[in-house]
């Protein structure tokens, strides 16, 4: 590990005021997801004495394929593990656009050479696990407190003034106490009353397949999207073993299990999505399909509270139809520690200065990923024939313009 001083920097305010070292602060994390252990890492390597709670017996094996775009992998770099996350993933050549309807080509935009050239890095699809097992191990060798198998819940104190946790029935104080307990915070429902979970209106539905088993549409080094009526499947590859990962998304009005690990049937899946012969023969390889609804928050007016701080999904649950959930989970931790190390003498103040400049993004990201939804679930025949003819125009005439309208995201550094 870096030496404290070298990754801090000399304090300004602290030169000129003669002051003493900056504070050492007791930091706990709630939630061992990308947000928890990235924060964990910025926190650790600005000197604080950090420990992570994870409700699971152990890290989690969950989930398929994650997209990291050229602002996570900024992130990732200042943490030296961009290279390895890198090296997990794969780096898909094309993003290539369908209608539904007759498998029907919209069009295709060169990823790899072209993000690589406009951002600086390019974008990389990877299997969660893979992606959570790397941030463990480097978590492990900074020797950060990991307490697995309980868990950590918030416990107001009688004078109000700051939280602490609640764990084994222990009571536990913290200076800090860093909230990434993902998309159904049980810290934020508690917490931040003030801040409304969005009625539930979407579903996935998940699976991966092997590629030897799958026509080249498939199968290619590419992410595919197809715009069906009323709802839209993604697959891409993961880097993991030959796996594609197929994700179906529609408009979901009944109630459905928050578990990542909640299993339908591959007659259910096929009735639920009305698939044509097509689709059914492509697909008849499959064995486990994933269900889980989309939960979206609503938009919070602060992220931080006392000595409470939110970061990844617990800050807020974004549609996921601009790919940034683990993105802004990185972005988040990478602010955090940011806004700490520059206020090394005043912890609300840059809690409060995280919490603005975070807020204004989460607006922004909001708004475009619940555009993206309205585009990709049009049912009216005529509104989606003029979107798709518009949409081919501009990828085939203008596809840099494609990007720029993304420029905001992707060109994030930190
Ligand atoms: C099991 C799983 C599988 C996923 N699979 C995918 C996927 O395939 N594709 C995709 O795009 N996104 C997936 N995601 C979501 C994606 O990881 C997040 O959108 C993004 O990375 C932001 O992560 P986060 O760290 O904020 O939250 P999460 O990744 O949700 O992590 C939250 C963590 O907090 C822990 N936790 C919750 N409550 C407590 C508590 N009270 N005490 C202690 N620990 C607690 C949880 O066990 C979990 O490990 C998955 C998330 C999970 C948890």
């Given at each position: 590990m870096r030496g404290v001083k070298e990754i801090i920097g000399t304090n300004r305010l602290e030169e000129n005021l003669g002051l003493s070292k900056p504070i050492k602060l007791r930091v706990a994390i709630i939630g061992a997801g990308v947000s928890g252990l990235c924060s964990a890492l910025f926190l650790r390597r600005l000197g604080h004495d950090?420990?992570?709670?994870?409700?699971?017996?152990?890290?989690k094996n969950e989930g398929a394929g994650i997209q990291i775009t050229s602002n996570g992998l900024h992130i990732l770099e200042k943490l030296d593990l961009c290279e390895l996350v890198v090296q997990a993933g794969l780096k898909p050549n094309n993003l290539c656009?369908?209608?539904?309807?007759?498998?029907?080509?919209i069009g295709s935009l060169e990823l790899l050479n072209g993000l690589k050239h406009?951002?600086?890095?390019?974008?990389?699809?990877?299997h969660r696990p893979l992606l959570i097992k790397i941030l463990f191990q480097k978590v492990k060798s900074e020797k950060i407190k990991v307490k697995f198998g309980s868990r950590a819940l918030p416990l107001k104190t009688r004078d109000e003034k700051n939280v602490s946790i609640s764990y084994k029935g222990e009571e536990i104080k913290k200076d800090l106490i860093v909230v990434a307990d993902g998309v159904s915070s049980g810290w934020k429902k508690t917490i931040f009353t003030e801040i409304k979970t969005r009625s539930i209106s979407q579903a996935a539905y998940r699976f991966l397949l092997n590629k030897r088993n799958l026509p080249p549409i498939f199968s290619h080094n590419n992410i595919n999207l197809f715009f069906g009526r009323g709802r839209h499947f993604v697959t891409y590859p993961t880097g993991n073993k030959d796996m594609i990962n197929f994700v179906f998304c529609k408009r979901e009005k009944s109630y459905l299990v928050n578990d990542w690990k909640e299993k339908v049937t591959k007659q259910q899946f096929f009735k639920d999505f009305e698939l044509n012969d097509c689709l059914r023969i492509c697909l008849s390889n499959v064995k486990t399909v994933y269900r889980w609804p989309i939960i979206e928050s609503g938009l919070p007016s602060a992220i931080h509270k006392k000595n409470v701080v939110l970061v990844g999904d617990?800050?807020?649950?974004?549609?996921?139809?601009?790919?940034?959930?683990?993105?802004?989970?990185?972005?988040?931790?990478?602010?955090?520690?940011?806004?700490i190390k520059t206020?090394?003498?005043?912890?609300?103040?840059?809690?409060?200065?995280y919490s603005e400049k975070r807020?204004?993004?989460?607006?922004?990201?909001d708004k475009v990923s619940r555009l993206n939804e309205k585009v990709y679930h049009l049912e009216q025949r005529v509104i989606r024939a003029v979107f798709l003819f518009f949409l081919s125009c501009m990828i085939t005439l203008a596809p840099k313009a494609f990007f720029k309208r993304f420029d905001w995201i992707y060109s994030y550094k930190g």
């Open positions: 950090v420990t992570v709670f994870e409700k699971d017996k152990s890290i656009l369908y209608d539904e309807d007759g498998f029907r080509r406009r951002y600086g890095r390019s974008f990389i699809a990877l617990a800050a807020h649950g974004m549609l996921p139809y601009l790919a940034q959930g683990a993105n802004k989970a990185l972005e988040d931790s990478w602010e955090l520690a940011k806004y206020y090394p003498l005043d912890l609300n103040k840059s809690l409060k200065k807020i204004k993004r989460i607006k922004k990201l």
